[in-house]
């Protein structure tokens, strides 16, 4: 948890048990008056209700971006049966309440389409090669790996950082556009509720790989 100024950051696990604990209880306990969620429009409606990905979706970002979003989602899925957690609980939870206490949501990530078509457009050769070899190795469900992990826990600064630079170094295309790109965006977007908002009590609730450099920037006021 981060806090600057009128401004509570929770960084969370979209598969955690403890991170849907944590946010009932700090809009429980401390009663913001705006929840920020890392989501654009077409994923919170996603998330709130029915939606079947189709043709006409795969066309819109790309066939390489549409492929990566799936296997995304797919490997989620996955996860998030080990622990009995539908992926995006933590989400869904915070927009229950925020309904419930009628506190306003802001929706701080980018266009999901616009992040998909930025990384159609930049992966490169190198980087879907070896995502089809760490998938056909088996790389994320291997016993070794699996076990660093407490499925159930948000992970903590030490791997998450570990977890991030291996990101970095074997798939650039995918930090930049995933990552990167996407802390500057929601960082901007806070700021801007913070200007706005200066009597206010605002919790965003954002994944803790962005958690730490979305702060950062924040506080440095470090916007490109």
């Given at each position: 948890?981060?806090?600057?100024?009128?401004?509570?950051?929770?960084g969370?696990?979209?598969?955690?048990?403890?991170?849907?604990?944590?946010v009932?209880?700090f809009?429980?306990?401390?009663?913001?008056?705006?929840?920020?969620?890392?989501?654009?429009e077409k994923?919170?409606?996603?998330?709130t209700?029915?939606?079947?990905?189709?043709?006409?979706?795969?066309?819109k970002?790309g066939?390489?971006?549409?492929?990566?979003?799936i296997?995304g989602?797919?490997?989620?899925r996955?996860?998030g049966?080990?622990?009995?957690?539908?992926?995006?609980?933590?989400?869904?939870t915070?927009?229950?309440?925020?309904?419930?206490?009628?506190?306003?949501?802001?929706?701080?990530?980018?266009?999901?389409?616009?992040?998909?078509?930025?990384?159609?457009k930049?992966?490169?050769?190198?980087?879907k090669?070896?995502?089809?070899?760490?998938?056909?190795?088996?790389?994320?469900f291997?016993?070794?790996?699996?076990?660093k992990?407490?499925?159930?826990?948000?992970?903590?600064?030490?791997?998450i950082?570990?977890?991030?630079?291996?990101?970095?170094?074997d798939?650039?295309s995918?930090?930049n556009?995933?990552?990167k790109?996407?802390n500057?965006?929601?960082?901007?977007?806070?700021?801007k509720?913070?200007?706005?908002?200066?009597?206010?009590?605002?919790?965003?609730?954002?994944?803790?790989?962005h958690e730490?450099e979305?702060?950062?920037?924040?506080?440095?006021?470090?916007?490109s």
């Amino acid at each position: 948890m981060q806090k600057y100024n009128n401004l509570t950051i929770i960084g969370t696990s979209h598969i955690s048990i403890q991170s849907i604990n944590e946010v009932k209880k700090f809009i429980g306990e401390f009663k913001p008056e705006i929840i920020a969620l890392e989501l654009d429009e077409k994923r919170y409606i996603a998330l709130t209700q029915k939606h079947k990905s189709s043709v006409k979706d795969m066309l819109k970002v790309g066939l390489k971006g549409y492929f990566l979003s799936i296997i995304g989602a797919y490997i989620q899925r996955k996860l998030g049966k080990l622990v009995g957690v539908k992926p995006g609980s933590e989400m869904i939870t915070a927009i229950k309440l925020a309904k419930k206490h009628k506190l306003k949501i802001a929706l701080i990530d980018q266009d999901i389409e616009i992040t998909l078509k930025k990384l159609n457009k930049n992966i490169t050769f190198k980087e879907k090669f070896r995502i089809l070899k760490d998938i056909l190795k088996g790389v994320i469900f291997k016993k070794g790996v699996v076990e660093k992990f407490d499925l159930t826990k948000v992970p903590n600064e030490e791997l998450i950082e570990i977890v991030i630079n291996k990101v970095k170094e074997d798939y650039p295309s995918i930090y930049n556009v995933l990552i990167k790109e996407r802390n500057e965006i929601m960082a901007k977007a806070l700021n801007k509720i913070i200007d706005k908002e200066k009597d206010k009590q605002i919790l965003a609730i954002i994944g803790a790989g962005h958690e730490k450099e979305v702060i950062r920037i924040i506080r440095n006021q470090d916007f490109s």
